[in-house]
């Protein structure tokens, strides 16, 4: 069915799991998230700080909010679709695989 009525909706192919703890509240994964699926939060976290979100819809698995954190540890990316092979940060830091459906691409 094609027409302006149509409404398309994808597949989830990405997921991201924000530890508030480690978040500084940068804003940087906020601005940089191509599909704009995080926000910051109003409350604060224990640094006084608000930490960033996943608003639940929308992430493409991209990496993108990964790769600009300065906070290691604080973003883990999962991808439904495990990549072909391993991807690290240029400081050679990678996260563990944790999910049982998809596993953690970044
Ligand atoms: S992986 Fe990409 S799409 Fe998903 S939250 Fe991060 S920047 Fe946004
Ligand atoms: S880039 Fe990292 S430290 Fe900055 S708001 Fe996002 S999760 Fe928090």
Redesign the pocket.
């Known amino acids: 069915m094609t027409g302006p009525n149509k409404v398309e909706t994808k597949a989830a192919r ?1 997921n ?1 799991l924000i530890d508030s703890a480690e978040c500084k509240g940068c804003g940087l ?1 906020v601005e ?4 704009e ?2 926000e910051l939060l109003p409350e604060l976290n224990a640094y006084g700080v608000h930490p960033a979100q ?1 608003s639940g819809e ?9 790769y600009c954190c300065p906070e290691p540890g604080a ?1 883990t ?1 999962y991808r439904l679709t495990p990549p072909s092979k391993p991807l690290t940060r240029p400081d050679g830091q990678s996260s563990t695989v944790l999910g049982e459906s998809h596993a953690a691409a970044l």
């Open positions: 990405g991201i994964c940089s998230c191509p599909p699926c995080l996943y929308g992430c493409t698995g991209c990496g993108i909010c990964f973003i990316v």
